[in-house]
């Protein structure tokens, strides 16, 4: 399936919005943007890699851009783990979130109970035919992870290169202390 | 330019493409998606500093019923997005020469697509189609693919070390850390 390389899953979405809804789409990417609570959650759901909107008034064609009817809202992003717990999570810890970007689109049944909100994305998604990832084994809390492990370990070479064995075995000791919710 | 808008995110940036397909072409498109190598041997692997990507071919909007508007794509588009390091004229060199004759063979089906032997004429061409996001997150914007897989080698190594290392006196723990970890 080219949605998914390793543990990572794309999801490509886009959806038409209402005539009426663009500017609110624009106060709340805008929040998204500036306030930085909003994109705290993003982070606290920890198995998103990368993720983007946009709004699409013209469709790029080389020129002034095709113009449709409707603004479109396009989404995209790489995660870990499997579509159905991606969607699950989305409703579940996030709902007023996905309820302001996506009640601007037509159809959408909003983002409790779960079985609707997956049956709109389903039907509004696109399967990626080529999807790549530079470390597909890896998932975004061991990325994470892997970073606080680097920077301690950096800091214990350096400050045990002198140390005698008794001293360094001790310090070793700390080290994977410190660093155990992180392997 | 290259680091303006909501397409970066620590040092990471966002690219979007939309490119209309040439109508006949859009199967044997596919076709050429289709047969590319994956992993290691697909064409995003030579394009340095890349995190994620993927090609879509969106056949057509979906449409969501009364009483939204139909509206029809005069053709199919490909999309191409990436997640990257740095800045957006970089990526752009590394896509086009990384990609060299695959990234011909694939934006070759879209209208107006010049070919990768010309830089201006290609930067052009990928910056018309360009989709500016509305909101861009990543969950490590500040680190890049190499320092992403320097640390998770860290950390694979550190979790091995502590498992071999059980039970060594404070000597050969030194010894054997400095073996494995040198400065």
């Known amino acids: 399936m080219a949605n998914v390389e390793g543990k990572a899953t794309a999801i490509t979405v886009m959806t038409p919005v209402k005539p009426w809804a663009r500017p609110v789409l624009e106060l709340v990417f805008w929040a998204g943007r500036n306030l930085t609570f909003t994109l705290k959650k993003l982070e606290d759901l920890s198995f998103i890699h990368f993720a983007r909107w946009a709004i699409i008034s013209r469709f790029p064609d080389g020129g002034r851009g095709e113009r449709l009817y409707h603004t479109y809202l396009f989404f995209e992003s790489n995660f870990n783990g499997s579509w159905d717990e991606y969607i699950d999570a989305f409703s579940e810890v996030v709902p007023g979130r996905m309820k302001a970007i996506w009640d601007t689109s037509y159809g959408f049944p909003g983002p409790t109970p779960v079985e609707p909100f997956k049956a709109y994305i389903r039907r509004n998604e696109y399967v990626a035919n080529h999807y790549w990832s530079a470390y597909p084994g890896a998932a975004t809390s061991e990325i994470i992870s892997a970073r606080r492990v680097a920077q301690a370990l950096d800091g214990f070479k350096r400050r045990t290169s002198g140390l005698p064995p008794e001293a360094f075995a001790a310090a070793y000791a700390r080290l994977l202390t410190d660093v155990q919710a992180d392997l | ?183």
């Open chain 2, 1 to 183: 330019m290259s680091r303006a808008g909501h397409d970066v995110f620590g040092q990471a940036g966002a690219l979007t493409i939309l490119a209309p397909v040439e109508p006949a072409r859009a199967g044997d498109l596919a076709e050429v998606l289709d047969g590319l190598g994956t992993g290691a041997d697909s064409p995003l692997a030579r394009v340095h500093g890349t995190h994620f990507a993927r090609w879509v071919i969106l056949d057509q909007l979906v449409y969501q019923g009364p009483p939204q508007r139909r509206d029809v794509w005069d053709a199919p588009r490909l999309l191409f997005t990436s997640n990257f390091d740095g800045s957006l004229e970089d990526h752009l060199r590394a896509l086009r020469i990384g990609l060299g004759p695959d990234g011909d063979a694939i934006f070759g089906h879209c209208t107006g697509y010049p070919g990768s032997a010309g830089p201006a004429a290609w930067n052009a061409w990928v910056r018309a189609r360009r989709v500016p996001s509305a909101l861009f997150f990543a969950a490590y914007g500040e680190q890049t693919v190499e320092e992403v897989r320097i640390n998770l080698d860290l950390r694979a190594r550190l979790i091995a070390f502590a498992l071999e290392a059980q039970g060594l006196e404070p000597a050969a723990l030194r010894a054997r850390f400095k073996e494995v970890f040198p400065l």
